[in-house]
């Protein structure tokens, strides 16, 4: 993934079975290549692959995203037809001002205002995505421990400095936080501790929206401590860092961002009236 991006990728992926894999075993799947996609800072439009596996539709379509601030967007793979937004609508509403320009994000209408539009399940893409706001966390982790240790200050590597220590930590635990949450699988959801009136997919839905919004937290808070620990560098375009960093803005708020997951869990508990035990420990 650190030789090819984008398009380019993507073929390769679909050369090496990535369908079949994603049709036979995406519980393992999906980890492995959006946490890679993370790590090494490239990007393919695997997400519409996964939707379109949840939904039933046929691979190679691109699916209307929502995106925070009431937004809809299409990632373009000019490979396959567009499903629920037609290119002359998404031309005509422009491309998306984002902070990731490498994205091939554009904008297009809402999917409620087509006939043909229906809803499309999105807890398994909140979870794809979760992995790989996880992947892009670590890849900046290790570029400010990386220089942690090779800065010099003092006589001494700024690593053995305290409140380096102490960024460096905190960020580590939110990542750590943010994959048990993804650890928590569908199966749990229907786990014989569930009263019989539970309904086995609002769970499911329920926990890929909490695993979504504490991988997006803890990639903020990664990208917020990260850049402190990398001083003066960590701001400028020379350093690789603010790829990840455009990234992970960009990310959090595909598919509900963090704080609207936050609302959304919320509104789901009051609906149900009880917290749920999503995970079975």
């Not at 220089?147 to 580590?172: D, M, N, S």
Request: glycine share 10%; aromatic share 6%; proline share 7%.
């Amino acid at each position: 993934m650190a030789a090819a991006t984008g398009a380019e990728l993507h073929s390769a992926l679909r050369d090496l079975g990535w369908y079949e894999l994603l049709t036979d075993s995406a519980d393992i799947a999906v980890p492995l290549a959006f946490r890679l996609l993370g790590e090494a800072g490239a990007h393919a439009p695997l997400i519409n692959d996964v939707l379109a596996h949840a939904a039933g539709h046929p691979f190679g379509e691109s699916i209307p995203l929502p995106f925070t601030g009431g937004r809809w967007v299409l990632w373009r793979d000019d490979t396959g037809p567009a499903h629920g937004g037609t290119p002359d609508e998404a031309q005509q509403n422009g491309p998306v001002v984002l902070l990731d320009p490498e994205l091939p994000l554009i904008t297009v209408g809402r999917p409620t205002e087509s006939p043909a539009a229906e809803p499309v399940p999105l807890a398994q893409a909140r979870r794809a995505l979760a992995w790989w706001l996880t992947g892009s966390a670590r890849a900046m982790l290790a570029l400010a421990r990386r220089h942690a240790l090779e800065r010099v200050q003092f006589g001494k590597p700024v690593a053995g400095f305290q409140a380096i220590r102490h960024r460096l930590a905190e960020t580590l635990v939110a990542i750590e936080g943010a994959e048990a949450a993804l650890a928590v699988g569908p199966s749990d959801a229907h786990h014989r501790a569930h009263p019989e009136s539970a309904v086995p997919q609002q769970y499911d839905s329920l926990a890929a929206a909490l695993a979504k919004a504490a991988a997006g937290r803890a990639a903020l808070v990664t990208a917020r401590h990260c850049q402190q620990v990398l001083g003066g560098i960590g701001f400028t375009a020379e350093h690789e860092f603010h790829h990840h960093y455009r990234r992970v803005l960009v990310l959090d708020g595909l598919l509900g961002s963090s704080r609207d997951l936050t609302r959304e869990a919320g509104a789901t508990l009051r609906e149900l009236g009880y917290a749920p035990r999503l995970a079975q420990l």
